[in-house]
Structures are given as C-alpha cells and as structure tokens.
C-alpha cells in the first residue's frame, strides 16, 4: 500500500511586490500609500489576491498548514502489500467481450458476469468499492489480460514478490521474512466522470478493485511485521488489509482476527497504531473489527462507504439509511464518528486506544479527536483535503482552474442532537465544532474536475493527515 511519503516536503514563496518590499519589509501600508500618491501614480492598487472562492479557499489552507512541533521520524507501514494494474474499467470489459447490462452488488465475485454487474451498480453511483474474486484460473485469465492491455499502468499499492520488491524505493526496508516468490495482483478498474458505458454513465471518477489474493486476505505477514518494530523502531505503526480477510472461511476470519489483536497488542505500548479501512461486505466481520480491533488501535482512516457499512454492522446511528443520498449529510456522519468514539474510543471507564478518526469524502473531511490526545488539527485536516486535489489533478499544488468547490454551503452538525448550523466561508475554510469531550474539524476538499488518479487517493489523504498530526507526548 502506498500509504507513506517518506521524502521531505518543500514549500514555495512568490514574491510579487516590488522594489520597495524587498529594500524595506518593515516599511508600513500607511508609508507605502503616501509614497504611491507623491509620485502621482494614481490611487493605491488593492493588493493582489485570489477572487475565486477555490483561490480563496487554498490561500487560507496555504496559511493554517503548519507543520507539527513533534514530527514522526520512522514509520512503519504494513501488512497489506501488492501490485496495482490500473486501467480502464469499460475497456477492459470490452476486451473480456461484456456488454453492459443490469448492476447488481455481489459481495464475492465468482465469474467473468459477476465482475461486468459489480462494475456496472459502482460505476453507476460514482462509488469506490473492493471485492475478492474466488476463482484463481478465472482471475488469472482476466489479470494476464489487463496486464496487457495498452496503457495499463503497474503502481505499488506485507507480501513482497519480486515485481513489487523492484518497485519499492531504497529507502523502504523490507523484513526477508516477508518476500515470497509470487506477487499478489490487484486489478483497479478505473472510470472517469461522465464516462458512458450503453445506458450507464458515470457521475463520479472512481475505481472498482478486484482480485484473487489469498497472502493479504490470510494476513501472513503480520507477525513477521510486529516483530520486525523492535529492531526497526517506528514512532507511527500504519495497518491495513482486514478488509481482505473476506475471502476467508468464517472459522479462518474468527481465529484471524484475534491472532490480529494479539499482535497488535505486542506492539510496544506508546507507539500509535493507525488503522486504514476499505470497502467490505461482511456485516460480521466488520462487526468484529469494530468490537475487537478498534479499541487496540489509536486512530482511523475511512470514506463514506466505509462509515454507513460500519454504523450498518455495528447498529450505530443512522443504520437504517441504505445508502447516502448523493453528498453524505456533514450532521449524520458527525453522528457517527461520535459513536465510535464515545462507544468504541479512550475515556476513564474504557480500556481503549482509539482517539482520532479521519473521515474522508468526495466533498469535505472531518477529522474527529478526543480532546487531550492530539494536536495540530486544523493542519492535518486541511492537508488531507489539499492533498485530494493535487493527486487527483496530478499536480504539485492546488490549479484554482482545474478544481470545483462543490461542499455544501451550509450545514447541521447533528442530527441526534441539538447541532450548530455552520454556514461555509472560503476565507476560514476549517471550521471547529465540539461534543462532549470530543473535537470536530472540518473543512471541504477542492475536487478535481478532470482526474488523472483515482487511485490511491485515500490512502494520500490518511498520510498526509498523519503527517501533520501531533500525538501528545503523555499518549
């Protein structure tokens, strides 16, 4: 997963205001003004700045991303490692010889008209989703044919097979334990906005991923992992990959997911451990995870599909909505996270770990926390949502030209209880809300209108969060 950045960030500074800044930073408006009008150049102009609500918008981000006083050193990401062949989903169901039908959720894909109604009901919606495919020939087949098909592209997304050890950075340090002989492929069928596939047409960019991964989904490499932190000396623990333990028997997934706990549990006491979700199926799994892996780890990562099938599983709030209509309501997914926290996270009568969550959507982010664990909030949850925009655009920083601000205007920010209509305003772009020991941050994303990457968005949104996050020393 490619989940870390481990090269150092740099900024850029334009200066624009001539000659009499430079000679003289110090010198007053005021003083400025008088010096404009004396030598008769008319009025004063009014400083240069962006009139767009998204130019406003990334300025103000520009000024709250601060970096953390305690920045993390050694990371240590795990246990979900594979190849990505990324590449056109309505292409390559062309070249499999689909046509487009019906949509139809399969929670476990089983053959090639599985794979076609999958693709078609995401697709669809404009949402992200994962599932396992059980038949290894059938997969195979499929996956020689994307691995060959023009312009596909091979990213690196634990197991480490001789493609993916080729692809990782030398700076990356990979247990011996942990290479196999054979990679573990994961098709990403990626879709544009608009794109029209028959009678479908997409509303969103997005992907649909699929594979025959057995390595992740027995969660093989987790100990080797856990074991390799003593010598290898993290401050940050990363974990993701339970959401591959679906193409596991139910008697595999409940032994697992204890012997997951156990190690997480061995993972020395004051190193945080972050959990990234993915799309699921299993409301017994996840309910599982909630219960037993959620108390064991210290903060989280996931999107809105992820949060409803949770809230669905675990019977929180707001589980009788089927699905979101269109943009996620802000007061119900702060329902949510405040849930989780309070029901499954820290407080003085919970043996729990779990003290920050980083929500994350088309449109908005919040960044949930109990008070008293972290800092720099308003930085991380702008840096996340800034993040979105450059690697959807592909660019190095926010293209006002190429983004839309599309969050709603205004908000609840409850609806279990008596919330705060938040009002937005591009120029203060994150906006802070509390409940009862519990601290929300918010703030909308400026989304690319024509994406170059869908792939591998959240996982740069959850990184980028982390990376401007600061733990309490006393965590």
Same mark, same amino acid.
Request: overall charge negative.
């Given at each position: 997963m490619a989940l870390w950045r481990g090269s150092a960030y740099a900024g850029f500074l334009a200066l624009a205001v001539g000659c009499v800044f430079l000679l003289e930073p110090e010198l007053p408006g005021s003083a400025l003004r008088s010096l404009w009008s004396s030598l008769c150049l008319g009025p004063a102009p009014a400083p240069p700045g962006p009139v +767009? @609500? $998204?130019? #406003?918008? &990334? &300025?103000a981000w520009d000024a709250l991303i601060v970096r953390p006083? =305690? #920045?993390? =050193? #050694?990371v240590a990401v795990g246990v979900n490692a594979c190849v990505d062949v990324v590449l056109s989903g309505v292409k390559l169901l062309q070249a499999l010889g689909l046509s487009p039908g019906n949509g139809k959720d399969h929670s476990i894909l089983h053959s090639r008209n599985d794979l076609e109604e999958a693709f078609i009901h995401f697709m669809g919606k404009g949402a992200a989703a994962e599932r396992f495919f059980s038949d290894k020939e059938t997969f195979h087949d499929i996956a020689q044919v994307a691995s060959e098909f023009p312009g596909a592209q091979v990213l690196l997304c634990g197991p480490v097979g001789p493609k993916l050890h080729e692809l990782l950075d030398d700076n990356v340090f990979v247990p011996p334990e942990s290479l196999q002989e054979v990679d573990e492929f994961h098709l990403i069928l990626e879709y544009q906005a608009g794109e029209e596939w028959g009678q479908l047409k997409a509303p969103h960019a997005n992907r649909f991923i699929f594979s025959h991964d057995l390595s992740n989904g027995a969660m093989n490499m987790l100990e080797v992992f856990v074991s390799s932190l003593e010598e290898f000396q993290p401050d940050l623990v990363v974990l993701s990959g339970l959401h591959m333990m679906e193409g596991q028997s139910k008697e595999l997934q409940r032994k697992r997911l204890l012997e997951v706990v156990t190690s997480i549990s061995d993972i020395p006491t004051g190193i945080p451990v972050h959990l990234e979700l993915a799309s699921m199926t299993n409301r017994e799994l996840m309910s599982s995870i909630v219960h037993q892996v959620? @108390? &064991?780890v210290t903060s989280l990562g996931l999107n809105e599909q992820e949060l409803l099938f949770l809230t669905q599983s675990a019977s929180g709030p707001h589980s009788s909505l089927s699905s979101w209509n269109g943009v996620p309501d802000v007061g119900m997914v702060s329902d949510i996270l405040f849930w989780i926290l309070k029901e499954h996270g820290r407080s003085k009568s919970r043996a729990s770990d779990l003290t920050r969550i980083h929500f994350h959507t088309l449109v908005y982010h919040i960044l949930a926390t109990v008070d008293g664990h972290w800092a720099n909030q308003l930085a991380a949850v702008a840096a996340g949502a800034r993040v979105a925009g450059t690697q959807a655009c592909a660019t190095e920083t926010i293209d006002t030209s190429r983004v839309s601000l599309r969050a709603?205007? $205004?908000?609840?920010? +409850?609806?279990? $209880? &008596?919330? +705060? #209509?938040?009002v937005l305003n591009p120029n203060k772009p994150v906006v802070e809300w509390h409940r009862e020991g519990i601290s929300f941050h918010f703030t909308p994303v400026l989304v690319c209108k024509d994406p170059i990457r869908t792939v591998g968005l959240g996982d740069a949104i959850s990184a980028e969060g982390l990376f401007y996050s600061e733990v309490h020393p006393h965590y």
């Amino acid at each position: 997963m490619a989940l870390w950045r481990g090269s150092a960030y740099a900024g850029f500074l334009a200066l624009a205001v001539g000659c009499v800044f430079l000679l003289e930073p110090e010198l007053p408006g005021s003083a400025l003004r008088s010096l404009w009008s004396s030598l008769c150049l008319g009025p004063a102009p009014a400083p240069p700045g962006p009139v +767009s @609500p $998204e130019g #406003r918008l &990334a &300025a103000a981000w520009d000024a709250l991303i601060v970096r953390p006083v =305690r #920045r993390w =050193r #050694r990371v240590a990401v795990g246990v979900n490692a594979c190849v990505d062949v990324v590449l056109s989903g309505v292409k390559l169901l062309q070249a499999l010889g689909l046509s487009p039908g019906n949509g139809k959720d399969h929670s476990i894909l089983h053959s090639r008209n599985d794979l076609e109604e999958a693709f078609i009901h995401f697709m669809g919606k404009g949402a992200a989703a994962e599932r396992f495919f059980s038949d290894k020939e059938t997969f195979h087949d499929i996956a020689q044919v994307a691995s060959e098909f023009p312009g596909a592209q091979v990213l690196l997304c634990g197991p480490v097979g001789p493609k993916l050890h080729e692809l990782l950075d030398d700076n990356v340090f990979v247990p011996p334990e942990s290479l196999q002989e054979v990679d573990e492929f994961h098709l990403i069928l990626e879709y544009q906005a608009g794109e029209e596939w028959g009678q479908l047409k997409a509303p969103h960019a997005n992907r649909f991923i699929f594979s025959h991964d057995l390595s992740n989904g027995a969660m093989n490499m987790l100990e080797v992992f856990v074991s390799s932190l003593e010598e290898f000396q993290p401050d940050l623990v990363v974990l993701s990959g339970l959401h591959m333990m679906e193409g596991q028997s139910k008697e595999l997934q409940r032994k697992r997911l204890l012997e997951v706990v156990t190690s997480i549990s061995d993972i020395p006491t004051g190193i945080p451990v972050h959990l990234e979700l993915a799309s699921m199926t299993n409301r017994e799994l996840m309910s599982s995870i909630v219960h037993q892996v959620f @108390p &064991a780890v210290t903060s989280l990562g996931l999107n809105e599909q992820e949060l409803l099938f949770l809230t669905q599983s675990a019977s929180g709030p707001h589980s009788s909505l089927s699905s979101w209509n269109g943009v996620p309501d802000v007061g119900m997914v702060s329902d949510i996270l405040f849930w989780i926290l309070k029901e499954h996270g820290r407080s003085k009568s919970r043996a729990s770990d779990l003290t920050r969550i980083h929500f994350h959507t088309l449109v908005y982010h919040i960044l949930a926390t109990v008070d008293g664990h972290w800092a720099n909030q308003l930085a991380a949850v702008a840096a996340g949502a800034r993040v979105a925009g450059t690697q959807a655009c592909a660019t190095e920083t926010i293209d006002t030209s190429r983004v839309s601000l599309r969050a709603p205007q $205004e908000f609840m920010t +409850s609806h279990s $209880e &008596a919330g +705060s #209509r938040i009002v937005l305003n591009p120029n203060k772009p994150v906006v802070e809300w509390h409940r009862e020991g519990i601290s929300f941050h918010f703030t909308p994303v400026l989304v690319c209108k024509d994406p170059i990457r869908t792939v591998g968005l959240g996982d740069a949104i959850s990184a980028e969060g982390l990376f401007y996050s600061e733990v309490h020393p006393h965590y």
